[in-house]
């Protein structure tokens, strides 16, 4: 029976103290780069971390001021630094990682703001025309259920969204929660099905707290066409046309070795007449390689300069 107290006291404490840092600033995956969303005056917990002991491990903050660490947590592989936010620690913080063995250390960023009790995770926001984007805010101070959530569209209507409106009920049939997200844990989302280019602009959400007052933030739509192409995209249309002029050579260079177009070139023969040196030397080198086809499919020159010229125009004209 006492072990038995005793843990309970213990679960009581742990569950307590999980309750006191859950109303606490948050940190979010923002592109890769991990963000600290937290309230001005907020203390904070600027940690790098890593796998395996460090040897040293710094930390350079938004102004560029250094500092380093030296003690016990290095060998866990990580270290801290504890700041309460004032402006200038808003921006990017850099922590160096120096592991046991020489060699290149690590570096990881670390992204700092400011913000009010609610806020946009993305404050930039870049869909791609006819696609669907998820536009999100959050509450700040930990998981806070929302009393209601809003969001005002640029130069139209408003509208109240929640956790019932899914993609087959959708308001206006363009606007619905997001699935994996929850009203309860704060989140205050709107997914826009098929984004047309009106919908570019500033997008408010404004989120009701249980102090009975609406909290916002703006979040900036940037909607691109599909014109303007992703990397791989590109990459896949250079190959496709590369591969297409390629072809195109090669069957030009077999017609005309198999003299398919010569009937119907007589004045090119009456130009090539007015040289016959020029003429000879032709025939010459077109009689050689009659006999092995290889050359035409191994030829280098026409395989790497033809493509690179002609795909440099359909690239240029995309952009
Ligand atoms: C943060 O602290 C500064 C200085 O102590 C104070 O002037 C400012 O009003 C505080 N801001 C908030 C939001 O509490
Ligand atoms: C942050 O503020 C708290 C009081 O709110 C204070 O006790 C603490 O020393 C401050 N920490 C730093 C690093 O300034
Ligand atoms: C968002 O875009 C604005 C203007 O284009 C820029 O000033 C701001 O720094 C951007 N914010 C982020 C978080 O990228
Ligand atoms: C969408 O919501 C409606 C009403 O809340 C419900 O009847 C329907 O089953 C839901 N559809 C899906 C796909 O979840």
Redesign the pocket.
């Known amino acids: 029976m006492y072990y038995q107290n005793l843990l309970l006291v213990i679960l009581t404490f742990i569950l307590y103290d999980n309750t006191v840092n859950i109303y606490a600033y948050r940190t979010f995956d923002v592109d890769g780069v991990e963000t600290i969303l937290a309230l001005e005056?907020e203390?904070i917990n600027i940690e790098c971390k890593t796998d395996g002991p460090l040897s040293y491990c710094g930390l350079i903050n938004p102004t560029g001021e250094r500092c380093s660490f030296k003690g016990q947590e290095l060998h866990l592989g990580s270290c801290f630094n504890?700041?309460?936010v004032t402006k200038q620690d808003i921006g990017e913080w850099t922590c160096h990682l120096g592991k046991s063995a020489i060699g290149v250390e690590t570096t990881k960023k670390i992204m700092v703001r400011i913000v009010n009790r609610v806020a946009a995770i993305k404050q930039n926001v870049t869909a791609v025309h006819g696609r669907e984007i998820t536009l999100e805010c959050v509450t700040t101070e930990g998981l806070r259920s929302l009393v209601y959530c809003r969001f005002e569209p640029p130069n139209r209507i408003a509208f109240n969204i929640n956790s019932a409106v899914n993609f087959s009920n959708a308001i206006l049939e363009k606007y619905y929660y997001p699935p994996t997200r929850s009203m309860d844990r704060g989140d205050c989302a709107v997914t826009i099905r098929n984004v047309q280019y009106e919908d570019i602009g500033s997008w408010t959400c404004g989120a009701g707290l249980d102090d009975g007052k609406e909290y916002i933030d703006v979040i900036m739509l940037k909607v691109e066409g599909l014109y303007t192409l992703s990397t791989g995209s590109k990459f896949v249309l250079i190959y496709g046309v590369t591969i297409f002029t390629v072809a195109f050579c090669l069957i030009g260079v077999v017609a005309w070795k198999h003299r398919i177009f010569s009937e119907f070139l007589p004045s090119l023969e009456e130009i090539e007449i007015a040289d016959m040196d020029a003429r000879q030397r032709l025939r010459a080198t077109q009689s050689s390689p009659q006999p092995s086809p290889q050359p035409e499919r191994n030829d280098p020159e026409v395989v790497v300069q033809s493509p690179s010229e002609s795909s440099s125009s359909p690239v240029t004209a995309t952009q």
């Open positions: 005056n203390t504890k700041v309460n």
